[in-house]
């Protein structure tokens, strides 16, 4: 089963695929392929766009008031943070504002205190939405996939390689994106800092 339930819609799919089979075994084939590329964008983005999923943001504090959310947060949960012996402290939720579209949080009283790793708990608002620039490349990769696949030799758009020197082994990798597909992705990938 997939991390990611696809926020493209199956129908959605077979209309780009020219497909119009109500067979229900290629209808659960065609939704394994959406949930595998959805998998990969996301993981690539290292973003979520699923209304309403909880989240946990792991962090060490910056010594500020303000921490940028990794994903958009729609309702807080908990705030805790663990010195460095492990203790955990559980700070009130009532601390925290949520602010720019719950993208970041403002500690009112209290900083985001260096030493400490903090743990926020959300969820994402039932309101997100996908950008419709992912949802089209998660159906390019989707499609790409069922093209890979031979449709329904089980490959599912990977390359297998095997055999190094003196020891059999298998590895598994996702077929690379387009530099198209990376440039339209661009401005949704999450920068490391």
């Known amino acids: ?9 199956l129908s959605d799919f077979q209309r780009y695929l020219k497909d119009t089979t109500t067979d229900i075994s290629i209808q659960a084939f065609y939704q394994s392929i959406l949930d595998t590329a959805t998998e990969k964008i996301y993981t690539y983005l290292d973003r979520d766009y699923t209304p309403g999923i909880m ?3 792991i962090f060490f504090g910056n010594g500020l008031h303000v921490h940028r959310m990794n994903n958009p947060a729609g309702v807080l949960h908990t705030w805790k943070y663990y010195d460095a012996e492990g203790n955990e402290t559980v700070v009130s939720i009532s601390e925290l504002v949520l602010m720019a579209n719950g993208t970041v949080a403002v500690a009112a009283n ?8 903090h743990r926020i708990v959300y969820d994402q608002p039932l309101s997100l939405t996908c950008p419709e ?3 089209q490349v998660i159906i390019e990769v989707a499609a ?4 890979e696949s031979k449709q329904g ?8 390689e095997s055999d190094r020197s003196d020891t059999n082994y298998e590895r598994v990798r996702y077929q690379d994106l387009t530099d198209r597909q990376e ?11």
Not at 153 to 160: H, K, Y
């Open 1 to 9: 089963m997939s991390t990611y339930p696809s926020p493209v819609s």
């Open 144 to 147: 790409m996939i069922f093209e």
């Open 133 to 135: 620039t992912v949802r």
């Open 55 to 57: 989240k946990t943001d």
């Open 110 to 117: 209290k900083r985001f205190s260096r030493e400490f790793e």
């Open 183 to 193: 440039r339209m992705l661009a401005p949704y990938k999450r920068i490391p800092v």
């Open 153 to 160: 030799s089980s490959r599912l758009g990977i390359e297998v």
